[in-house]
């Protein structure tokens, strides 16, 4: 199967920025949709951001405006620019493709706080 590694989380107070990555295993982001989804505790895992089959990008109305979707030039990468972090973005953020497949990597945690 695919292996999906998120990097890049870590502690940033509110209002500061922070660049998920997203290293797969194979080319796939150049043949599925793209999809960022995150757990906070206590949640169920939620979407974020996608992208579609045609490019375009879609977002919850939670992050719209501040996080940004894209894929990197190998194909096998992707990252989420997040800005304006809030203390409610606070939670683990994974990557897989859209729709998901049924199996997830470690995820990276993400805590906004000050």
């Known amino acids: 199967q695919v292996q999906l590694v998120e990097s890049g989380g870590g502690l940033v107070q509110p209002g500061g920025s922070l660049r998920l990555s997203c290293a797969a295993s194979?080319?796939?982001?150049?043949?599925?949709?793209m999809g960022w989804y995150r757990q906070a505790p206590g949640k169920q895992r939620e979407l974020v951001a996608r992208?579609?089959?045609?490019?375009?990008?879609i977002y919850s109305d939670s992050v719209k405006g501040r996080f940004t979707i894209s894929r990197g030039n190998n194909k096998s990468t992707m990252y989420l620019q997040m800005n304006s972090l809030k203390p409610e973005d606070t939670a683990v953020y994974y990557c897989?493709?859209?729709?998901?497949?049924?199996?997830w990597g470690q995820g990276t945690q993400v805590t906004v706080s000050s």
């Open positions: 992208t579609t089959s045609g490019g375009s990008r």
């Open positions: 897989n493709i859209y729709p998901p497949y049924n199996y």
């Open positions: 194979e080319s796939i982001f150049s043949i599925y949709g």
